[in-house]
């Protein structure tokens, strides 16, 4: 399997018997669980939980067991939420893995999803996240907004199918 270079994120940091091993999680990689990879070959300002570097990575692995992360090692700056770059997703529902970092909000209760558009309703899981669309014409004025939809639709709408295994 060819490496390439990708974003790893480090998730946990595990101290065992054997060794001190970092649990990651690549987002570009066909394996959407956390691998465990050996510390030491890590420099030791990343065994920390949200740190994220660059590495090699076989990304078609589809198991953990089968995730290769390799040199060259390059700690990633940290995101900068105040760059304008960053969009302000926020997560809501019980239910996420792996997003930590994004803000949990209420369920938008009676809103209606940008995509299906349901109401939403108490226990529904989703996201908010920024909307940007139109193309200044009278007829398609810019425009720039705050959106919810359900996890469901979300993941459809980038071609993953929620209910089948590996999308």
Same mark, same amino acid.
């Given at each position: ?7 790893? *994120? ?7 018997? @054997?060794? /001190?091993? !970092? ?6 990689? =066909? %394996? ?58 926020? *997560? ?7 997003? @930590?970092? /994004?803000? !949990? ?6 809103? =209606? %999803? ?54």
């Amino acid at each position: 399997m060819r490496l390439w270079r990708s974003l790893v *994120r480090v998730v946990a940091v595990e101290e065992l018997p @054997e060794g /001190v091993f !970092l649990r990651v999680l690549v987002p570009a990689s =066909l %394996c959407k669980d956390t691998t465990r990879i050996p510390a030491e070959k890590i420099p030791k300002e990343a065994w920390k939980p949200g740190v994220r570097f660059f590495a090699r990575v076989n990304l078609e692995a589809e198991a953990p067991d089968a995730m290769r992360v390799e040199d060259p090692i390059e700690l990633a700056a940290p995101p900068d939420p105040d760059d304008g770059l960053a969009p302000r997703m926020k *997560r809501f529902g019980k239910g996420w893995a792996n997003l @930590e970092e /994004v803000e !949990l909000v209420e369920v938008p209760v009676g809103e =209606l %999803c940008f995509y299906c558009p349901v109401p939403f309703k108490e226990g529904d899981m989703g996201v908010w996240q920024r909307y940007s669309g139109g193309d200044g014409s009278p007829t398609r004025p810019f425009v720039e907004k705050e959106v919810a939809m359900h996890r469901t639709c979300l993941l459809k709408a980038c071609g993953i199918d929620p209910e089948k295994p590996n999308g």
